[in-house]
């Protein structure tokens, strides 16, 4: 099976199962202008003057710290990225946000509150709120006078959203909407002045509401006793007979499910940024506890296993970084508006629009970026044995801040079922041809093995690897919806098998794209991202064969699927690399330098 030529199809999002790209086709750090690497430098020396040293006040929740380092934040215009200059903020392109929300992870607490407030706690306003809305709120949340948070978790509505029981109704004189309700998990509730509130209009249309502290009525509980992010603050709210002034409906009646969830996938894909920081840091903590630590005569680094560790913590750093500067790349060159000439309004929704298309990346962001972290920080753990798991040490923090991440911006679960759904979604309607694609499989299928010249070049296996891990999707999906059709997603465990296929297929390509354009770039300076493409595209593909064996198990049985397990160990054949040298090469640059060792390349 060939895949689709490059062209307009490539920038659709979920169009890598399908089509052909190239190096120059793929955004990495090396790209990075100098001013969106000063933006970077920015956030993280904030970070490292002014919220590091408190984080001992911070972790004991001390009143009015986390709100206070949120205002500095703004006074130096870390607030307003999402902010268009015209409403006071800086209107960061997305390769800068994604650039300022990794460099803002130092310190978990605070990179959770600050994407409460400038993320999802200020897009709806930014791009579903009326002329009258953005004047009055944005230049003061860009500043930071006005903190701001977003609410849609309940108590009994968490991942299903739209079952909300938070009401609101129009008070006899027309003037307000009268809210009543209660609302869970509220990352900054507990000192925001601005509350993005969802409710159901007569108990029935989904909308969306401004409003502010103070209103008559409305409450903020007690702070939440959290396994983690304990410097942030997270609070129920509750509501009796809260009269919020008519014009703050945000957006329409009964349209609230777009607000929510376009904000959602903003929200998802600047996850993925701030877990590929930590994950940054939890290599860079190891790797000097690691040089620092004697055992049986030898420092810990010298042992291999820990090189092992180290290794593998920053290959699959490399590859959720290639992914989400990729996709960060992806999105800013879709909102780019030719000829610069777009007001303000017409950008706005050109920027949902986008968002919308690439919605399926954005949860591949925040799932695997999530994974990456909760990997990286439990391996740390272990490095440092019995004082990982002393609050002494930074990693212990870093281990129990990294368990939310799986959690909200929709649970990984749900992010799984989406991304499938999504895709199966764009295949119906024909916005990406899956469907073609899987019949121009079935014809090679039954026409059997080619005896095709092999490819030659530096990454040729990587090049046939990654077309055969497409066809391996293309396989376990077209079998699974041959089956079941339309009552596919009720296969929960198969949809997953073929979420994280998908997952994989998109962070190998990114892998290889990156290492591929960093060698034509670089030549031999490029071999350490080359190696770690090579190992995170071998392990990939093992796992990629498993989980299709799953799901086409769980789909056909007898003949069929004996014959199917034979197409797909055909598909699966690979190299055999030699993974252990590979992360022992790369250990020892992360020990070179006692951090990540491909930044910026």
């Known amino acids: 099976m060939a895949t689709t030529p490059v062209s307009r199809s490539l920038t659709r999002g979920g169009a890598f199962l399908i089509t052909d790209s190239t190096p120059e086709d793929v955004f990495t750090p090396a790209d990075l202008t100098d001013d969106q690497r000063l933006i970077g430098q920015t956030a993280e020396e904030f970070v490292t003057k002014e919220v590091m040293p408190l984080i001992p006040d911070l972790e004991l929740h001390k009143e009015g710290l986390i709100a206070g380092l949120l205002k500095k934040a ?29 460099k803002l992870a130092g310190y978990a607490s605070f ?79 507990g000192f925001a002045d601005v509350y993005i509130v969802f409710a159901k209009v007569d108990g029935e249309k989904f909308s969306c509401f401004i409003v502010e502290r103070g209103t008559p009525g409305f409450t903020p509980g007690a702070e939440e006793k959290k396994m983690g992010i304990r410097g942030s603050s997270t609070v129920p709210l509750f509501f009796e007979n809260s009269p919020v002034p008519k014009e703050n409906l945000l957006h329409e009646i ?88 777009a007001s303000t309004a017409d950008k706005t929704l050109q ?57 909200f911006e929709g649970t990984n679960e ?55 891990a497409k066809k391996i999707f293309l396989l376990a999906a077209g079998t699974a919806v041959q089956k079941f059709r339309d009552q596919l997603a009720e296969q929960q465990e198969i949809v997953a098998a073929l979420a994280n296929i998908v997952m994989d297929v998109y962070a190998m390509e990114s892998s290889l794209r990156r290492a591929q354009k960093a060698s034509a770039a670089r030549g031999a300076a490029g071999a350490g991202l080359a190696d770690a493409a090579r190992a995170f595209m071998s392990d990939a593909m093992d796992r990629i064969e498993k989980e299709a064996r799953t799901a086409l198990a769980a789909v056909a049985e007898g003949d069929a699927l004996t014959t199917q397990l034979a197409v797909l160990r055909r598909f699966a054949k ?27 390349r």
């Open 254 to 341: 009964g349209r609230g499910h777009i607000v929510a969830f376009n904000t959602l996938n903003v929200g998802r894909f600047s996850l993925g940024a701030y877990c590929l920081g930590g994950a940054k840091n939890a290599l860079a903590a190891s790797s000097r506890y690691s040089k620092e630590r004697t055992a049986f005569g030898k420092r810990l680094c010298d042992f291999g296993l820990i090189k092992a560790k180290l290794g593998e913590m920053a290959i699959r750093t490399y590859a959720i970084e290639s992914m989400i500067y990729r996709s960060a790349g992806m999105i800013e060159a879709a909102v780019a508006t030719p000829g610069g000439g």
């Open 351 to 407: 920027a949902m629009q986008v968002l919308e298309e690439y919605a399926i990346e954005s949860s591949i962001s925040k799932v695997v970026g999530s994974e990456t972290l909760d990997f990286c920080v439990d391996e740390a753990v272990q490095i440092f044995g019995g004082y990982g798991f002393h609050e002494d040490y930074p990693v212990a923090r870093a281990y129990r801040d990294s368990r939310i991440n799986r959690i």
């Open 414 to 468: 749900i992010n799984r079922m989406l991304i499938i759904q999504m895709l199966m979604k764009r295949a119906m309607t024909g916005v990406i041809p899956l469907i073609p694609a899987a019949m121009k499989l079935s014809e090679e299928v039954l026409a059997g093995p080619s005896f095709e010249e092999p490819a030659t070049g530096a990454f040729a296996e990587e090049e046939r690897v990654l077309t055969q």
């Open 74 to 102: 703004g006074e130096i215009g870390l607030l307003g990225g999402t902010i268009p200059e015209e409403y006071g903020g800086s209107g960061l392109d997305k390769v800068s946000a994604t650039v300022l929300a990794e």
């Open 111 to 189: 990179a959770v509150s600050h994407g409460a407030h400038a993320g999802i706690g200020t897009i709806p306003i930014v791009n579903f709120g009326t002329e009258e809305q953005k004047k009055k709120y944005l230049p003061k949340i860009a500043s930071g006078e006005l903190l701001s948070c977003y609410c849609l978790s309940e108590p009994q509505a968490g991942s299903d959203a739209l079952a909300s029981r938070t009401r609101a109704v129009l008070s006899p004189d027309g003037k307000n909407w009268i809210l009543n309700g209660q609302k869970m998990w509220i990352t900054n509730g």
């Open 574 to 600: 690979h190299a055999p690399v030699d993974t252990i040298a590979i992360r022992r090469r790369v250990a020892e640059a992360v020990l070179a330098q006692d951090r990540y060792p491909f930044e910026g």
